[in-house]
């Protein structure tokens, strides 16, 4: 999949692209099929709410789960961003989102470079995040809310915020978010249905909502970088920041509908070189 000129422009301007169910319902239900079991597993790499025991963020699934490790090599979401990138690109971060029904508390206004510049030391914003909608997303379930144009802002003042959710995260001051909606940004929260794709930028300011609905709304992450940028810090846990920089080499587009062998390194347990942080830099 390539980007047009019209694209790539609307990139440049306002930080995202979307694109509504970019992915069938077949290609889909193996991914939907599998997150219960994911959920269900005692690993650290599952982040549970701070008040509920629902699953707020799966980390590194394509370790150890085969439909999302063909997931993390499609051709669909790997070539754009080698495209903008101009760079061959490595999973920095692959994360399961589970905002669900009742349970889904809010991720707070924030960059995810943000996170990647102080927790990683990820030396510029020549990352990419790609969200895949797993459910439909509505009005109602909490969905991704942004401020087009805020990447052209690049790195904001950031707080580290510890206590609101059970993850922490390096968040923007309300003012500044006032300052950026007030100043010709606005808002907006793309929703579509299962199998739509958002691409945004990594300094692209966004937020979420709880979700107070009925509706689970759960979306996977990959967050992808540029080789050459790659992170210098191995503060946190290998599975939320990965250490591994191997060019991803794309699979098939019918990728999730054929079983191409793939490597699951990780499906007999967590390494434990990888549940902590390490003190050397790359």
């Given at each position: 999949?390539?980007?047009s000129q019209d694209q790539i422009e609307q990139f440049d301007r306002d930080g995202y692209l979307f694109f509504p169910a970019l992915f069938s319902p077949e290609e889909v239900a193996p991914l939907v099929e599998e997150v219960p079991r994911l959920y269900a597993q005692q690993r650290p790499e599952n982040i549970r709410e701070k008040d509920s025991d629902s699953v707020r963020t799966n980390f590194a699934a394509h370790m150890y789960s085969a439909p999302f490790a063909r997931l993390a090599r499609h051709p669909r979401m790997i070539e754009p961003v080698r495209q903008l990138l101009?760079?061959?690109v490595y999973m920095h971060q692959?994360?399961?989102n589970g905002k669900m029904a009742f349970?889904?508390?809010?991720?707070?206004?924030?960059?995810?470079?943000g996170t990647w510049l102080n927790d990683d030391q990820m030396p510029t914003p020549r990352a990419m995040n790609i969200a895949i909608f797993l459910d439909e997303v509505n009005e109602f379930n909490g969905p991704?809310?942004?401020?087009?144009?805020?990447?052209k802002m690049g790195a904001l003042e950031a707080g580290h915020d510890t206590r609101t959710t059970s993850y922490p995260l390096w968040t923007i001051s309300n003012d500044n978010i006032r300052h950026l909606v007030s100043h010709g940004g606005g808002l907006v929260a793309p929703k579509g249905p299962a199998g739509s794709l958002l691409m945004f930028h990594s300094c692209l300011v966004h937020a979420s909502t709880s979700n107070l609905s009925p509706w689970n709304r759960v979306s996977v992450y990959l967050s992808?970088?540029?080789v050459q940028n790659h992170i210098r810090r191995f503060k946190r846990p290998g599975y939320i920041a990965h250490r591994d920089f191997t060019p991803i080499t794309p699979l098939p587009d019918d990728c999730l509908v054929n079983p191409y062998p793939v490597d699951l390194p990780w499906k007999?347990?967590?390494p434990p070189a990888e549940q902590q942080g390490l003190q050397q830099a790359a």
């Open positions: 999949m390539k980007l101009d760079d061959d692959f994360k399961i349970d889904g508390d809010v991720w707070q206004w924030h960059q995810d470079y991704l809310i942004f401020i087009p144009g805020s990447h992808l970088c540029a007999d347990g967590t």
